[in-house]
């Protein structure tokens, strides 16, 4: 079993049918880590698909249910917040993001992200620290 850090755009792929839901869903076979900021996240992901009509109110509402049924180790933001600001402050991206990339650095493990513009910030020429952290979910080798 591979550890992995997952983000919310990972997590919602797992809740509600999109692009890289199949890719997403075969990531629950890892070993898998997030900040708790991931609850939080994701169940925003979820009012807005509602909000626009993507989804019911009542998925919405069960797929926040099925979210807590997933086997996660969960890490405290308050552990992360030191790293996460610094990240952000260098890469010139949302501190949210960077808790995720913080954690993935700590653990040495890979942060497997839908996020393209964070994964594109993190493999540029001034961060090349970065690289080897983020993982795209669409990445031909996963």
Known sequence: MTA?????????????????TDTALALLGDE?????????????????????????????AYSAEVLTHVQMRIEACATLLIDAVALAVRLGHPAYDCFYLALAQRMGAPLVTADKRLAARCQQSDTPDLGGFVRLLTAPDH
């Not at 992995?4 to 890289?20: C, F, I, Q, T």
């Not at 994701?42 to 009509?53: C, D």
Request: net charge negative.
């Open 4 to 20: 992995v850090v997952v983000d919310a755009s990972v997590a919602v792929k797992w809740l509600v049918a999109e692009a890289g």
């Open 32 to 60: 898998l880590h997030a900040p708790d900021l991931i609850h939080a996240e994701v169940a925003n992901i979820l009012w807005k698909k509602q909000l626009r009509g993507e989804i019911d109110p009542e998925l919405a």
